[in-house]
């Protein structure tokens, strides 16, 4: 039975209570991945043995063991924490389910993390900086981490690079040039912290060595536990987190790289800043020795579907709420469409950058017409491109100089016809004179083989060579199976050599100080980048890995990879060397038919809700927060979703798929018939996409138990506590107005409270049973008897004006009574006008906010 491994580069993408759907679907990932491993792999829990023999039997059928390896994880916000907890597991040979005691161990862990109990996740001590204590969060994320790492045994299942994102607040840029030659800023406030645990080839330049280092940056379980914290910090729910040093370290922060450490850190998802890109460069490094198969498998919790409330039809124009309600969508619009755009721009560059070549060298190697002509081809374009390679290899040694702080906006940093034979006028060895030759490899002096051609070229190369030697692998019957998995593996080899002297070489590179800008800068550039190369022995450790290829695989394929790589880059030469690999892409979401309902009249239902399925997407991301039996519902659906998904992916048909998704049933302790009647209450409960909506149905299920009243009660305190209207400590005149038991002292805020007291009372009723409120006092000033006082007051001086016979005294009797009645009036109509804002406020929050339901109330 041959192994063919099916490769993914996971990219979790989601936010704050959607954690727990996630949770749900990274748990069945690591349990495929593991049915589906080698012998030895962490073996599955009571409850999910049948599960795993079903993913095994439909990987290991026939002759082909299909092995599904998660090598790659990016993560951002919630996927960031799954992501760290997933990548955690593979580096240290663990599970996510280490303890089946009580169920799935993510499960209770997430069901008791999501919880919004007081002095818990909701803090109960006064913290001002947000609603939510991330110092415990932080704690339990530690704790998480540590306990699947410790889980683990000694050595690791397989290399795995993770990455996690964040959004640094703060004053994060660089500064560009324009065509004019003025000065602006680019603002990048996107951070970026890789860990890994591959195996790591270094090359030596002064020994001309390489060496192999197994190394595990996912160890380290509170530096990861860190960067989760940070990636998940929601804006005004979780306080940011400072960046410390080691994390500023590179490692694990890739980028900003010019930025001091110490930088303020919020969600990761604010910039919706999945990291395609460098998750491609660590899928096109990474060695192939047999067959593979790679995808990227997008894990985002969005129908991309719009909402009811913002639908607008007709002719009229719509109101302004109908218009601000539509405007807001964008943002999220451009955040996934985006992250699409930019996957199909890297599967095109993908395809691009190797299929078209790809058929050439093939055609060329079986085709000895086709072959003679490339050759003839690539000699007279060889000045061509050693020309642009020229341009090229320069103004990439100035971009890895300036920490990619240097930009093609810039004019200056064109290089024009004189500038390459002022270039070519140097020693450059680093890539060949143009004189047509296209030999791969030459002599030097001391009769050692040298490569002239330079590190991009090399790595093309070898490319090239290893995708023709694995698409001959997938066909080839088992006697010629052997020799070449032989060849495939030198090949492998050969480019992890050129890797490490590639790497070598832009470390070198980074700390070198080379400017385009100056008069003569190109030249000045390719003496400095000659020297690096002669200090690295580049043509001789290259010159040596290749020949070691040519014994291994021919010379021929060597000799025709070159050509191809000059006929097809000649005239985009100039271009910098950047990594890609092709790929099939999925997108795994909770908007696939449940097919365990297809019988059911609430699998239409179900497929109507799409991603409103969960409770996760309500109440801005934070609703499975609300009760633990809904994080339970949307960890199942996470589960249910990856079923459909990736046994799609693996060729499973609906039979299958349906009686997996009931063996899920069986092992998280549900029925069908209790899923079709959740599918139906959430289609009741949540008919109307409104965070209102969504709101009140969340009240209504806390309000059924005490549990739930308190979590309520805390949560809403907790809210009052971090509202901030005059300064950055909460504010005394907020609290006055909507706390529950706060006593004023000053006269201006029990006044205050007083107005605000029916507003008050009808608010807290709305959000739980029997708040409990304290009274306000009523002021002096709108006491009902003061007007009365004050005529009263008002008519005995005119009595004592009328009687007294003393002129002055008369007069000034008659001026104050006048002036006590008109006062009294006027306060009688104040005090009249006050009532009436306070009852119409008070109907106005009655009528926006529905009562507690009957059902709640009798509980």
Same mark, same amino acid.
């Given at each position: 039975m041959t192994d063919h491994e099916i490769r993914i580069a996971l990219v979790l993408n989601g936010g704050v209570s959607l954690a727990v759907w996630m949770g749900g679907v990274t748990h069945e990932l690591d349990l495929i991945r593991r049915?589906?491993?080698?012998?030895?792999? #962490?073996? #599955? $829990?009571?409850? !999910?043995?049948?599960? +795993?023999?079903?993913?095994?039997?439909?990987?290991? $059928?026939?002759?082909?063991? =299909?092995? *599904? *390896?998660?090598?790659?994880?990016?993560?951002?916000?919630?996927?960031?924490?799954?992501g760290s907890l997933l990548a955690t597991a593979i580096s240290n040979g663990s599970t996510l389910d280490p303890d089946g005691e009580h169920g799935p161990w993510l499960r209770q862990k997430w069901v008791g993390l999501g919880s919004l109990e007081v002095g818990k996740l909701v803090p109960s001590v006064d913290k001002p900086s947000s609603v939510l204590d991330g110092e415990y969060f932080l704690d339990e994320l530690d704790e998480l981490i540590k306990g699947v790492a410790e889980a683990g045994e000694s050595t690791a299942e397989g290399a795995?690079?993770?990455f996690v994102t964040a959004s640094g607040l703060g004053v994060q840029q660089f500064e560009a040039t324009d065509a004019a030659g003025q000065c602006f800023v680019v603002p990048d406030h996107r951070y970026l912290f890789r860990f890994t645990s591959e195996q790591t080839a270094t090359y030596d330049g002064q020994t001309r060595t390489f060496s192999v280092a197994d190394k595990n940056e996912l160890t380290n379980t509170k530096l990861l536990a860190l960067a989760a914290r940070a990636s998940a910090s929601f804006p005004a729910a979780f306080a940011p987190v400072q960046e410390t040093p080691k994390l500023? %370290?590179? #490692?694990?922060?890739? $980028?900003? &790289?010019?930025?001091?450490?110490? +930088?303020?850190?919020?969600? %990761?998802? *604010?910039?919706?800043?999945?990291?395609?890109? #460098?998750?491609?460069?660590?899928?096109? =490094?990474?060695p192939v020795g047999g067959r593979a198969s790679r995808y990227v498998l997008y894990v985002v919790p969005s129908a991309g579907v719009g909402h009811a409330a913002t639908q607008l039809v007709g002719t009229d124009a719509p109101s302004w709420r109908k218009a601000a309600l539509s405007a807001v969508q964008f943002p999220r619009e451009v955040d996934f469409r985006s992250d699409v755009e930019q996957l199909e721009r890297l599967l095109l560059e993908a395809d691009a950058s190797w299929s078209d070549t790809q058929r050439l060298f093939d055609r060329c190697m079986e085709q000895p017409v086709?072959?003679?002509r490339l050759s003839e081809a690539? &000699?007279?374009?060889?000045?061509?491109?050693?020309?642009?390679? @020229?341009? %090229?290899?320069?103004?990439?040694?100035?971009?890895? @100089?300036?920490?990619?702080?240097?930009t093609v906006l810039d004019a200056a940093t064109s290089l024009s016809e004189q500038d390459i034979d002022e270039i070519l006028a140097t020693e450059h060895p680093w890539v060949p004179d143009p004189d047509g030759s296209t030999k791969p490899l030459r002599t030097d002096a001391e009769g050692k083989p040298s490569w002239l051609w330079g590190t991009g070229a090399a790595e093309r190369v070898v490319r090239l060579v290893l995708r023709s030697l694995r698409t001959k692998l997938d066909s080839a019957g088992a006697p010629q199976r052997e020799e070449l998995e032989h060849r495939l593996q030198a090949t492998s080899d050969c480019l992890q050599k050129t890797q490490a002297v590639r790497d070598a070489l832009s470390g070198q590179l980074a700390n070198a100080e080379l400017e385009l800008k100056v008069p003569g800068g190109a030249e000045t550039v390719a003496v400095a980048l000659s020297d690096i190369f002669e200090d690295l022995q580049v043509q001789r450790a290259l010159g040596e890995a290749f020949a070691d290829l040519v014994v291994a695989v021919g010379w021929e394929l060597v000799e025709t990879a070159l050509e191809v790589e000059i006929v097809s880059r000649c005239t985009s030469a100039r271009t910098p060397q950047q990594r890609s690999a092709p790929f099939q892409f999925v997108r795994l979401g909770p908007d696939i038919p449940l097919t365990l309902l297809d019988d059911l009249q609430e699998g239409s239902v179900a497929n109507l809700l799409k991603d409103r399925i969960l409770y996760g997407t309500q109440v801005g991301h934070f609703g499975a927060f609300g009760a633990a039996d809904w994080r339970r519902w949307d960890w199942l659906m996470g589960r249910l979703h990856c079923v459909a998904h990736l046994g799609a992916l693996l060729g499973a048909d609906p039979d299958w798929i349906r009686e997996t998704q009931r063996q899920v049933l069986?092992?998280? !302790?549900? &029925?069908?018939?209790?899923?079709?009647?959740r599918v139906q209450r959430l289609a009741d409960d949540f008919r109307e996409a409104t965070v209102l909506s969504?709101?009140?149905?969340?009240?209504?299920?806390?309000?059924?138990?005490?549990?739930? =009243? +308190?979590?309520?009660?805390?949560?809403?305190? =907790?809210?009052?506590?971090?509202? *901030?209207?005059?300064?950055e400590q909460p504010s005394s005149w907020v609290k006055a107005m909507a706390d529950r038991k706060y006593q004023p002292k000053s006269w201006l805020l029990r006044s205050a409270r007083w107005f605000t007291e029916p507003a008050r009372t009808t608010l807290w009723e709305r959000l739980i049973r029997n708040p409990k409120l304290t009274p306000a006092k009523q002021p002096l000033l709108f006491q009902r008897w003061l007007?009365?006082?004050?005529?009263?007051?008002?008519?005995?001086?005119?009595i004592v004006a009328g009687v007294v016979d003393v002129a002055a005294v008369r007069i000034i009797a008659a001026l104050l009574a006048g002036l006590v009645l008109a006062a009294g009036t006027a306060l009688g109509v104040v005090s009249l006008y006050v009532g009436r804002v306070r009852s119409r406020i008070q109907a106005w929050i009655a009528a926006k906010i529905p009562k507690i339901s009957p059902e709640s109330r009798s509980r």
């Open positions: 049915a589906s491993g080698p012998e030895g792999s #962490p073996a #599955p $829990q009571a409850y !999910d043995e049948v599960l +795993a023999q079903r993913w095994r039997e439909l990987c290991h $059928q026939g002759e082909e063991r =299909r092995r *599904v *390896v998660v090598d790659v994880i990016a993560g951002t916000s919630a996927g960031g924490l799954n795995v690079t993770l500023a %370290g590179s #490692p694990p922060r890739l $980028q900003p &790289k010019m930025a001091d450490s110490g +930088a303020w850190m919020v969600d %990761g998802g *604010v910039l919706d800043n999945a990291p395609f890109g #460098p998750v491609l460069d660590v899928v096109a =490094r990474r086709e072959r003679a690539a &000699k007279a374009l060889q000045p061509t491109y050693s020309r642009g390679r @020229a341009a %090229g290899e320069v103004w990439e040694a100035v971009t890895i @100089a300036s920490q990619d702080q240097t069986l092992a998280e !302790d549900w &029925k069908v018939e209790k899923v079709a009647e969504a709101l009140t149905t969340m009240r209504d299920e806390l309000n059924q138990s005490a549990e739930g =009243r +308190a979590t309520t009660k805390g949560l809403a305190d =907790r809210m009052v506590q971090v509202s *901030v209207a005059l300064g007007p009365l006082a004050a005529i009263g007051l008002s008519i005995v001086l005119l």
